[in-house]
């Protein structure tokens, strides 16, 4: 059937939006890339000044202990976000990742506003299936703890990571760090109830991950390994090549020395 001159003009004006669309997109995303690179070309630099300050500063102290320390090397972030917050703006998901793993001083950017954009741009990154999830849970906890977001707000996103996240790996480790959230490593046992509750739901519900077998040791080392219980057992060589276990020296002052190579 031969197709009509209407019809086969109606395709083409409809085709031309969405090559023009195609065009765009692909031009958005090489200057994502592009501008990718010389942040991380400025950031090596800036790297390798702050490590030239610090190992001067060390030389200095060897000499003098009261060498002052050197000044504090500027952030180079705030030089490169209007960019990717413009390109966040117009759809790049790499430059929405950017934005929600690096931040910028509150005087630059107001605090409450830069809490409010990240949650727009996790929820807009969880929408999305193609976007690297497995960026978005470490993402959450370093802004928590470095740019001090309300804790509510990490829990709230840490929830909405685990009920949305693409794969299970990715919904345990946001699980995990519900858990670490609330998990005051200085407290009594009963302090940390909360925590261990929930370090064992991980260890449930993600016993084959990496977070679940972590969050299993966080409730053995509470549970098992704190001043004046005993300790599990050990079993092994000794260097005779004899077998040996811990309970064999049991009521004696024992040393283990645990070492290895990495």
């Not at 046992?189 to 909360?194: F, G, I, S, T, V």
């Not at 004899?242 to 020395?257: A, C, I, P, R, W």
């Amino acid at each position: 059937m031969k197709m009509s001159l209407i019809a086969a003009t109606s395709l083409l004006a409809l085709a031309a939006p969405l090559q023009a669309q195609d065009q765009d997109a692909q031009e958005l995303l090489q200057s994502v890339i592009a501008l990718e690179e010389e942040y991380d070309d400025a950031y090596a630099d800036w790297r390798e000044e702050l490590m030239a300050r610090s190992n001067a500063w060390r030389e200095a102290y060897e000499n003098d202990p009261n060498a002052p320390r050197p000044e504090r090397l500027p952030q180079i972030e705030p030089d490169f976000w209007p960019r990717f917050n413009e390109a966040a703006a117009q759809g790049s998901t790499m430059a929405q990742v950017w934005c929600i793993e690096n931040y910028v001083p509150g005087d630059v950017v107001p605090k409450a506003q830069q809490e409010s954009d990240f949650t727009r741009r996790i929820v807009t990154l969880l929408t999305d299936a193609s976007a690297p999830h497995e960026k978005l849970p470490r993402a959450v906890m370093t802004r928590s703890r470095g740019n001090g977001m309300a804790q509510e707000t990490t829990d709230a996103l840490l929830v909405m990571i685990g009920q949305l996240a693409s794969s299970e790996d990715v919904a345990a480790e946001a699980a995990y760090n519900r858990a670490s959230l609330v998990d005051d490593r200085r407290g009594t046992l009963e302090e940390r109830k909360p925590a261990l509750d929930r370090y064992r739901a991980v260890a449930a519900s993600f016993p084959t991950t990496k977070y679940g077998q972590r969050a299993n040791g966080q409730v053995f080392k509470v549970e098992r390994l704190q001043l004046g219980m005993k300790a599990p057992e050990i079993v092994g060589k000794d260097i005779d090549g004899n077998d040996m276990k811990l309970s064999d020296f049991e009521g004696k002052v024992t040393v283990l020395d645990f070492w290895g190579f990495w």
